[in-house]
């Protein structure tokens, strides 16, 4: 998931050591645009993610890539959002693509099928009123389709 907004606050960054080794696990708080603007605390988790939060100037506008995630403890669950990467935001630049992943939404050309016949343009449910005179299509007596 992504989401856009001006960075407002940079959280404490707190660390640790576990089995694995040391951890170190920061945050920031990003204010949306819109009519009702919200506010969004991410939790960004080693020290890549942390250093980016920590390069970005406040008040500058970012564009986050998070994944919520839930966890229950004595009853009651609690939602955090880990960011997985913070950058500034352009707009208009396109979003740096996964790897692998085709923005025209075509096949890679060694998974590509064979040409298939061109299908018949869908037809509309209903038409507006507005559009009642309009001249329709002659039927075509070889025609077996029901519409």
């Known amino acids: 998931m992504e989401i856009t907004g001006k960075l407002i606050q940079l959280l404490p960054e707190v660390s640790g050591e576990s089995a694995r080794g040391p951890w170190i696990r920061g945050g920031f708080v990003i204010e949306t645009d819109g009519d009702y603007p919200r506010k969004v605390a991410f939790t960004a988790f080693g020290e890549e993610r942390v250093a980016m939060a920590k390069s970005l100037p406040m008040g500058s506008l970012v564009q986050v890539t998070f994944s919520p995630e839930s966890r229950e403890f004595n009853d009651k669950w609690y939602t955090d959002l880990r960011a997985s990467r913070i950058q500034p ?30 299908a018949a343009p869908a037809q509309p449910a209903e038409q507006p009123a507005n559009f009642a005179a309009a001249p329709q299509m002659a039927s075509n007596p070889d025609d077996d389709l029901p519409f």
């Open 89 to 118: 935001f352009v707009p208009g630049q396109m979003p740096a693509a996964p790897a692998g992943y085709n923005w025209a939404g075509a096949a890679p050309a060694a998974a590509a099928a064979p040409a298939a016949a061109p």
